[in-house]
């Protein structure tokens, strides 16, 4: 049995990508806001994470960023795991302009793609699947953190669990979760 901790990345901010231009999910690339970093901060002192052998993260920005500011304070190694990245609204990687359109769809759909759904995210399913299997390997540990997305979050406990920046969901794993 493993514990993992799950946390959501601090605060992001966008700013400086839209000022770039970057589009669609280019927005990936942002960075922590100085309240994302304060969260962080405070988040990496929390006893819970007492004993945790090794920090994994999402290769995103903002999950990165609140990794790295957990292992710098608790001295806890990290490691990034690129299948626990964000939920994707477009699986095409197109240039559409209306993709804040497609998580409303997607939650109304509870995930669940339909012969009417518009846009071409990734549906609940594969995104479970990804991310589940993205943690298996760290089941010889016995207590690891997990730095991720609420979305990514939300595999593990339910589609609709709103967690705040650096929320902590901790939840106690086995083989037997993955049949």
Not at 57 to 84: G, K, W
Not at 121 to 136: C, N, V
Request: with cysteine; net charge negative.
């Amino acid at each position: 049995m493993t514990t993992f901790i799950f946390i959501r990345h601090g605060e992001p901010r966008y700013d400086e990508v839209i000022a770039r231009g970057y589009k669609n999910q280019g927005y990936d690339l942002g960075k922590l806001t100085d309240r994302g970093v304060s969260q962080a901060e405070a988040v990496a002192k929390e006893s819970i994470l007492t004993g945790a052998e090794l920090i994994i993260a999402s290769p995103y920005t903002r999950a990165l960023q609140t990794a790295a500011i957990i292992s710098r304070i608790t001295q806890i190694p990290l490691v990034v795991e690129n299948d626990l990245h964000e939920w994707m609204p477009d699986t095409s990687f197109s240039d559409r302009k209306d993709l804040d359109e497609a998580y409303p769809e997607f939650m109304a759909q509870q995930g669940v793609r339909q012969a009417d759904t518009q846009f071409p995210w990734e549906s609940f399913e594969t995104l479970s699947k990804r991310t589940h299997q993205a943690i298996k390997p760290y089941l010889k540990y016995k207590k690891v953190i997990v730095v991720c997305h609420g979305i990514v979050m939300g595999t593990f406990t339910h589609i609709n669990d709103m967690i705040p920046h650096c929320g902590i969901r901790v939840l106690d794993i086995d083989e037997s979760f993955f049949r």
